[in-house]
């Protein structure tokens, strides 16, 4: 070797007899690769060097067992708020990537696990890419769900190396695909078992086969009124998904395309504008703020060495049976149980559709059903490592069946009930060991709902809640620390919103008009077809346990409704009636309101509750609450939580706001104490990194 390898922290070269030069990345102190500024001036650096080994061709690896390259470095990106330096920036990895596109010998990216964003983008400057054919290689650009596009060069490359809408597709939904599928649409030029990953790249190299010739929309896409009507119609699509003015992303790629598709040189140059742009504006820096604390959850998870396996679930009601269901598809040797064997029978058949739809393999949808065992007499119970107990909601039965329960369990077990609203002090006074007890509340459906809330209660111990936290995120959820306190964070700032939806209903505002305005806000669904959704018998508990702490009143509309059996979809009617399983909306708009003042009641009650949660310490600091609303009920994420919005629109502002209502409503818009706590100062719009 020519120089010096201690120079390369990052980097590690190796050039054979046969005169390929070997690069593989294996980034100091983190686990994962990413391309920080460091790893790409190290490859700056090598590239410049190159020349003087006169390599017979490249090859780029990962020296990761976890995958190739996951992206950008976010952290560090989104710390950017200058356009003039995000621009420099993106201008030197553009000059970069080129510099490996022209060197004059054959390239190759050897491609393992996760190849994602500028990891791809990487890929695609080199001539040749080659991905293992396995499960875990998945390749993509989820650029979009960062509030971004690709930026190092990607845009252009993908479009002409493939179908320009296949690219566009890829990028604009952020989806991953496999090796195969890479192979399928040109993205990779072959796709090979591990052990032949290296013959095929000597093969690559050596044989430097002629590169695919265009295909015919390639050449049709070059021509600007082809691009027009194409992208008219793909924007149309878009805005089913998303509004431009809180994601621009998507509209600013179809922008960049059309306007440029036909000009590589100039294309590039744009889509480092777009991007930089982009990178520094409130909704990327938002996206990445949550992307950042979600990053957060998963690390409360990797305390400790706890490694559960196996997990016996009590209740196979409608929470038990997907938990169970979904603890299995995950890996663990699951045992379910409950008293009536009709229950359980549900619960396979729920399980084994899940499983289909998931796996579609029926291999291995057999594999995980031999993993999922209902067990009428409880027998898993003396070999879980965590028992969770979801029979229904009364404290007396569930302390009853700990009595039954407890002595049979090992004694290094987690005890763990999905309680959504009994203190967990309650349940905990009659048990031997109340410092293994522990509440996880999972959200329904649980196979999509990825928060799961880590109740402390006073008893538990301190190892063991970390022991709580890696089981979540052993089975791929994300857990937050929360106090038991009645409703605990989720259920707690959702309800007065739901209320207040409720109340407006009540007064004779249209349903739909009052599920518009929280959509025009950011929310994924209306709170009323949540309701709907959820059932109006549990939201109708739910608020009436909140309402015996807090002061909340129950709209009579909604007990009315539950008296008369309308609960919701489930019943056919609600708020709404159903057809076909879709809501039918009804009513004419009456009195004098906008859909921005509907908006203004519903945000301005659960920012409130999210303030009264934040002072009394129901989560740590504002940040995690911010998670918490975002994961738990979908709030805007462009707006990056509650406490984060609060503190961009300004706290005096939004007090203000709160104020005038209470006047107009009553007391339910007094403003909490928690408001006096917050910092006055404006955040910076946007701001990504942590703020508490
Ligand atoms: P469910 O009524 O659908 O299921 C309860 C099941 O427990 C039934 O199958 C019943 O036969 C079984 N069971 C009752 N006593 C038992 C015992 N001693 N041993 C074994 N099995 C027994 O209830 P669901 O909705 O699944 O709720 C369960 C728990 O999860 C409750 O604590 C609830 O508050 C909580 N939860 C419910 C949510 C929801 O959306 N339904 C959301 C989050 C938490």
């Known amino acids: 070797m020519g120089h010096d390898q201690g120079t390369y922290r990052h980097w590690e070269t190796k050039q054979e007899s046969d005169g390929i030069l070997w690069l593989s990345l294996n980034r100091a102190e983190k686990n994962t690769n990413t391309l920080s500024r460091d790893v790409l001036d190290e490859l700056a650096r090598l590239l410049d060097d190159m020349p003087r080994q006169h390599p017979a061709g490249l090859v780029i690896c990962s020296g990761k067992p976890n995958g190739f390259i996951a992206g950008a470095d976010v952290a560090e990106f989104s710390a950017i708020v200058d356009f003039s330096e995000a621009m420099r920036l993106v201008e030197r990895v553009h000059g970069i990537f080129n510099h490996l596109e022209r060197l004059p010998f054959p390239t190759v990216s050897l491609i393992h696990g996760f190849c994602l964003g500028g990891g791809l983008e990487l890929a695609l400057a080199c001539r040749f890419r080659i991905a293992v054919d396995a499960p875990g290689t998945r390749l993509g650009f989820p650029e979009v769900k960062l509030g971004i596009h690709p930026g190092f060069g990607g845009t252009v490359r993908l479009i002409s190396l493939i179908s320009p809408l296949t690219a566009l597709d890829l990028m604009l939904s952020g989806r991953s695909i496999n090796a195969r599928q890479a192979l399928k649409i040109g993205l990779v030029d072959y796709a090979v078992p591990e052990r032949q990953l290296?013959?095929?790249?000597?093969?690559?190299?050596?044989?430097?086969?002629?590169?695919?010739?265009?295909?015919?929309?390639?050449?049709?896409?070059?021509?600007?009124?082809?691009?027009?009507?194409?992208?008219?119609?793909?924007?149309?699509?878009?805005?089913?998904?998303?509004?431009?003015?809180?994601?621009?992303?998507?509209?600013?790629?179809?922008?960049?395309?059309?306007?440029?598709?036909?000009?590589?040189?100039?294309?590039?140059?744009?889509?480092?504008?777009?991007?930089?742009?982009?990178?520094?504006?409130?909704?990327?820096?938002?996206?990445?703020?949550?992307?950042?604390?979600?990053?957060?959850?998963?690390?409360?998870?990797?305390?400790?060495?706890?490694?559960?396996?196996?997990?016996h679930v009590i209740g196979g009601g409608t929470m038990g049976g997907d938990i169970a269901a979904w603890c299995a598809l995950q890996g663990l040797r699951v045992t379910i149980q409950d008293i009536e064997h009709q229950r359980l029978a549900v619960a396979v058949k729920r399980a084994s559709s899940l499983f289909r739809k998931e796996l579609k393999d029926p291999r291995l949808v057999k594999d995980v059903l031999d993993r999922f065992v209902p067990d009428l007499r409880g027998d898993g119970i003396t070999r879980a490592d965590i028992v969770i107990e979801a029979i229904f909601e009364d404290a007396t039965a569930k302390r009853k069946l700990y009595q039954h329960i407890e002595p049979r369990m090992r004694k290094e077990a987690l005890l763990a009930t999905n309680t959504s609203s009994i203190p967990l002090e309650e349940l905990a006074d009659s048990l031997r060991n109340p410092e293994r007890f522990v509440g996880l509340h999972f959200f329904n459906p649980v196979a999509k709902m990825q928060l799961v809330e880590v109740v402390r209660g006073k008893s538990v111990d301190a190892e063991r809640l970390n022991c709580a936290m890696r089981f979540v995120t052993a089975i791929g959820h994300l857990p937050l620390p929360v106090t038991s306190s009645p409703g605990f964070l989720i259920n707690r700032i959702l309800m007065p919103y739901l209320l207040e939806a409720a109340t407006m209903e009540q007064e004779g505002i249209p349903a739909a008009d009052i599920d518009r305005a929280a959509v025009e806000f950011g929310m994924p669904m209306g709170p009323i077809l949540l309701a709907d959704s959820v059932g109006l018998d549990i939201c109708l508990s739910v608020a009436r346990i909140l309402a015996g702490h807090f002061k909340t009143e129950v709209p009579k509309r909604l007990e009315s409704l539950v008296a008369m059996g309308s609960l919701g979809k489930k019943s056919g009617r609600g708020f709404y009636a159903y057809g076909k399983g879709k809501p039918v909306s009804s009513g004419k708009k009456t009195g004098s309101y906008t859909i921005g003042d509907l908006a203004d009641r519903l945000i301005m009650r659960l920012l409130n509750e999210a303030v009264g949660c934040r002072r009394e310490g129901i989560v740590a600091d504002g940040d995690l609450l911010d998670a918490g609303a975002v994961f738990g009920i979908g709030f805007a994420p462009f707006r990056g939580g509650p406490i984060h919005y609060i503190r961009t629109e300004g706290v005096e502002v939004l007090h203000a706001r709160l104020e005038t209502l209470e006047q107009r409503y009553g007391s339910r818009f007094a403003a909490d104490p928690g408001w006096r706590e917050l910092p006055a100062q404006k955040a910076n719009q946007g701001f990504a990194r942590m703020q508490e």
């Open 198 to 311: 290296i013959r095929a790249a000597l093969a690559a190299i050596m044989q430097n086969p002629a590169r695919r010739k265009g295909r015919f929309l390639r050449s049709l896409s070059r021509m600007r009124f082809i691009r027009f009507l194409l992208a008219g119609h793909m924007r149309r699509t878009i805005a089913k998904r998303a509004a431009k003015k809180y994601y621009p992303a998507p509209y600013a790629l179809m922008d960049l395309w059309e306007r440029f598709g036909g000009n590589p040189s100039v294309m590039y140059r744009e889509e480092s504008r777009s991007v930089a742009n982009l990178v520094t504006g409130a909704t990327a820096q938002n996206l990445v703020r949550i992307f950042l604390l979600q990053e957060r959850m998963k690390a409360l998870g990797q305390n400790g060495d706890f490694s559960p396996r196996f997990v």
